[in-house]
C-alpha cells in the first residue's frame, strides 16, 4: 500500500534553517510529482510546491519561493523540504503529499517550532 | 491566485442528517477541485477529486458535485466517525489553493 513516511519534529532556532523528509513506498516514486503543504496551528491549508521525481522539476507558490528547496534522493525514493532563514511564522505542520489530482496520500505530517 | 470561499465555516448536524458544504472559486477551475476530511491530530484524508470522483475506499455517502466556479460536497447520514474539519482545494492552476475549511460537529 502507498505509504509516505516523513522525518520527525524538529525544534529550531529563528534564522536557522531545518531539512525534512518524506519516504515513499508502495508506487513507483518516479511516477507521481510529490506536493508540500504547509498547516499552521489551527488554520487552513497551504500549497508549498511540488517536485516530480523524475526530472526534478519543481512548481511552487511564489509565497514559498526564496524559502523553500525541494530536491529527491531517486535511489532511496525520498523527498527532501528544506526551509530556511526561519522565523515564527514558519512553526507548522508540513505534510507531504502524493499528488495526481489533488493529493491522494498524505504523510504524517513534521511539526516544526522555531523557537529560542 | 484563485481564491476560494468555502462555507459554512461551522456546521452542527444530528446523525444521519444530510450535510453539503460549498466551495466558490474566483474563477473558471474546470473541476479541478478535491475534498478531504481531516480529523483532529491527523492528516488530511482525500474524499473527492476531479470534482465528482470518489477517491478509493471512500464511503459512498460523500459525494461531490458542481462545475465553473461553485462546487459542493454532501455527506448523505451522517455517521458519528463524519465529525471532522473538511477543505477543498483547486489544483487547476498554480498556486493550488485551498479553502478555509469547515468544521462539522455533531447536534
Known amino acids: 500500500q502507498v505509504k509516505l513516511l516523513q522525518s520527525g519534529a524538529a525544534l529550531v532556532k529563528p534564522g536557522a534553517s531545518v531539512k525534512m523528509s518524506c519516504k515513499a513506498s508502495?508506487?513507483?516514486?518516479?511516477?507521481?510529482?510529490v506536493s508540500w503543504v504547509k498547516q499552521s496551528h489551527g488554520k487552513s491549508l497551504e500549497w508549498i510546491g511540488e517536485?516530480?521525481?523524475?526530472?526534478?522539476?519543481?512548481n511552487f507558490n511564489e509565497k514559498f519561493k526564496g524559502k523553500a528547496t525541494l530536491t529527491v534522493d531517486k535511489s532511496t525514493s525520498t523527498a527532501y523540504m528544506e526551509l530556511s532563514r526561519l522565523t515564527s511564522e514558519d512553526s507548522a505542520i508540513y505534510y507531504c503529499?502524493?499528488?495526481?489530482?489533488?493529493?491522494?496520500?498524505w504523510g504524517q505530517g513534521v511539526m516544526v517550532t522555531v523557537s529560542s | 491566485d484563485i481564491q476560494m470561499t468555502q462555507s459554512p465555516a461551522s456546521l452542527s448536524a444530528s446523525l444521519g442528517e444530510t450535510v453539503t458544504i460549498e466551495c466558490r472559486a474566483s474563477?473558471?477551475?474546470?473541476?479541478?477541485l478535491a475534498w478531504y476530511q481531516q480529523k483532529p491530530g491527523k492528516s488530511p484524508q482525500l474524499l473527492i477529486y476531479?470534482?465528482?470522483s470518489l477517491h478509493t475506499g471512500v464511503p459512498s455517502r460523500f459525494s461531490g458535485s458542481g462545475s465553473g466556479t461553485q462546487y459542493s460536497l454532501k455527506i448523505n447520514s451522517l455517521q458519528s466517525e463524519d465529525v471532522a474539519s473538511y477543505f477543498c482545494?483547486?489544483?487547476?492552476?498554480?498556486?493550488?489553493?485551498f479553502g478555509a475549511g469547515t468544521k462539522l460537529e455533531l447536534k
Open positions: 476531479n470534482a465528482n
Open positions: 503529499t502524493r499528488s495526481p489530482a489533488g493529493s491522494d496520500y
Open positions: 508502495g508506487y513507483t516514486f518516479t511516477d507521481y510529482w
Open positions: 482545494q483547486q489544483y487547476y492552476n498554480y498556486p493550488n489553493t
Open positions: 474563477e473558471d477551475i474546470y473541476n479541478g
Open positions: 517536485i516530480y521525481p523524475n526530472s526534478g522539476a519543481t
